[in-house]
């Protein structure tokens, strides 16, 4: 399967030049499966509830579903997208998987960050197929969270997909070793470009990549706004093997007992 991650500066509360912009990016990108940054077309940060209910109306929903509709249906593929949606009491930082027939899935950020206030969340992690290939979704922070990755591994992932909002590197760090303990491929779609967070110019480090099952950076972008994309091979997770040993819950079983033994000694 071929999959692309389109990186981009997502100007703030500019959704239709922000979908202008994906769709020249991908113009000349072939794939089955195209992921977006988080919050790709609102912008990331908001200070107060009312200001993101417009990005998670059912009417700003429809519209952006319809258009990445169209856009899968013309690349006959599916698309990422990050965005918000508003439910009961809650909003959710939401990833829509999006085809041709709609959306197909949809993940809720399960790990928030201080700048995230506004939102709820999420409360379930599921995986999706496509043309036969079981993928899952993790946003941004959540991929700091070793039993997410693992959770989705356990479900069948054969590829995991990550929309973001990364300032630091050290994140790319976490998504290799994520990609090396599940021996699952990643696919990060990181935004680029500066947004204006609780009144600082935060930058976004861009560097949007793609990794293999050892850990590999197969390929990785600048910057700067791009889309990329290559063929993974994507075989079942029963059919790959971890360069981390498989049996390292028994091992932490045994470590842990030898901690504990250590500070039992030690608060005596």
């Known amino acids: 399967m071929r999959l692309a991650y389109v990186q981009y500066d997502v100007l703030k509360d500019q959704p239709s030049v922000n979908l202008e912009t994906v769709k020249k990016r991908i113009e000349s990108v072939e794939a089955d499966g195209f992921v977006l940054p988080e919050l790709a077309l609102s912008g990331y940060y908001f200070e107060s509830r009312d200001a993101i209910k417009p990005y998670a109306s059912e009417a700003f929903n429809a519209w952006m579903v319809d258009a990445f509709m169209n856009l899968a249906r013309v690349k006959d593929a599916f698309f990422v997208v990050g965005g918000a949606h508003h439910e009961g009491d809650s909003i959710f930082n939401r990833a829509f998987v999006i085809t041709e027939d709609g959306v197909v899935h949809h993940h809720d950020k399960l790990a928030l960050t201080d700048n995230e206030t506004v939102f709820t969340p999420g409360n379930a992690l599921n ?91 197969m390929r990785e972008a600048k910057s700067d706004a791009c889309a990329e994309g290559i063929t993974l091979d994507l075989p079942a ?24 033994k250590q500070q039992n000694f030690n608060s005596r």
């Open 127 to 217: 995986v999706f197929k496509y043309k036969g290939v079981t993928m899952g979704v993790m946003i941004c922070m959540d991929a700091w969270y070793a039993p997410v990755s693992e959770a989705l591994k356990a479900q069948g992932a054969q590829a995991l997909l990550v929309p973001a909002n990364f300032g630091g590197d050290y994140s790319l760090d976490v998504l290799r070793t994520r990609a090396i303990e599940t021996a699952t491929p990643v696919v990060l779609a990181n935004r680029c470009g500066y947004e204006l967070v609780q009144r600082q110019n935060e930058r976004f480090l861009g560097r949007s990549r793609i990794i293999d099952s050892h850990g590999n950076i």
């Open 237 to 260: 997770p029963h059919e790959r093997r971890s360069l981390i040993r498989e049996n390292m819950k028994d091992d932490y079983k045994r470590i842990q007992h030898v901690i504990m």
